[in-house]
């Protein structure tokens, strides 16, 4: 049988240790797939640092661990900015990250769709004009330089929905690109994550988890929140996903909280692996 495989994210350990010990807690607790948070004092994409990426190499390497993507902190920037300065701040952002990426062995680049304006929905359009010509900037960085872009919904974002992410990746020639569906992201614009998944299927390259209360936006501890697990463990299942799941949880005991999920996923009836 076909079976997922499980890693963590490190976003719950960014504002307290570097990210080489975050990565080396989650190696020693047995996870072999990891995402990596890029925002400061976590790790720094802006900063080249030859010795440091090294090191971090190192400690993926000497673990056998598999690094799926960088992500850069929504809260940092923002690719649909009536600004143009904001723009290029964000684009810069993201080519250093990649150049990061690179350096470090990464399979993919996360990248998001930039900030809606939640208050003036006519705005949305002219957004989307300048989120859609930064996308093609930092696509063609990714693509220069051999890391892929994976794109993430979010709910702030201009592509919030399994479907806004179906419209902008076919209308603008990026059918096959693939796609973090965050669970949590999707609940919090009330959006069912069992028909999210079922809808951006053939283009899931990532599943993140965690748990939210109804109507709030949270990345909390699974088991505490209102999402349903195990009617995704069950889509999972029945149409044998075999892609990655990552645990990306915000709490003041990360590695614990990230532990507890994995014993509580696998109560739900979800079945994986944390082989890389």
């Not at 919030?160 to 796609?179: K, N, Q």
Request: charged share 20%.
């Amino acid at each position: 049988m076909t079976v997922p495989v499980l890693g963590a994210h490190t976003f719950g350990f960014a504002w307290d240790r570097v990210a080489e010990e975050a990565v080396a807690q989650l190696a020693n607790a047995g996870y072999r797939t990891v995402q990596l948070m890029a925002t400061p004092p976590h790790f720094d994409p802006w900063r080249q640092d030859a010795g440091r990426t090294r090191r971090i190499g190192a400690l993926i390497e000497r673990h056998g661990l598999s690094l799926l993507a960088l992500d850069l902190a929504s809260s940092d920037i923002n690719l649909a900015s009536p600004s143009a300065d904001v723009v290029d701040f964000a684009v810069e952002a993201y080519m250093s990250a990649i150049d990061r990426a690179a350096e470090l062995g990464a399979r993919w680049i996360c990248v998001g769709s930039g900030r809606r304006h939640a208050l003036l929905a006519k705005a949305n359009d002219r957004l989307m004009t300048s989120f859609r010509a930064a996308f093609a900037r930092i696509h063609d960085k990714a693509q220069r330089t051999g890391i892929p872009i994976i794109l993430e919904n979010h709910p702030q974002g201009l592509l919030a929905s399994a479907s806004d992410i179906v419209r902008f990746l076919d209308a603008e020639g990026y059918g096959d690109m693939p796609v973090i569906y965050d669970v949590a992201n999707a609940f919090a614009i009330g959006e069912d994550p069992v028909e999210g998944l079922n809808s951006l299927w053939p283009r899931l390259g990532i599943v993140h988890l965690s748990d939210s209360p109804k109507g709030q936006w949270r990345h909390d501890p699974i088991g505490t929140g209102d999402i349903d697990f195990a009617a995704i463990a069950a889509l999972l299942k029945q149409r044998s996903y075999g892609g990655r799941i990552v645990l990306e949880i915000l709490s003041d005991q990360p590695l614990a909280d990230l532990e507890t999920g994995t014993v509580r996923l696998k109560e739900q009836g979800l079945a994986f692996t944390l082989g890389s």
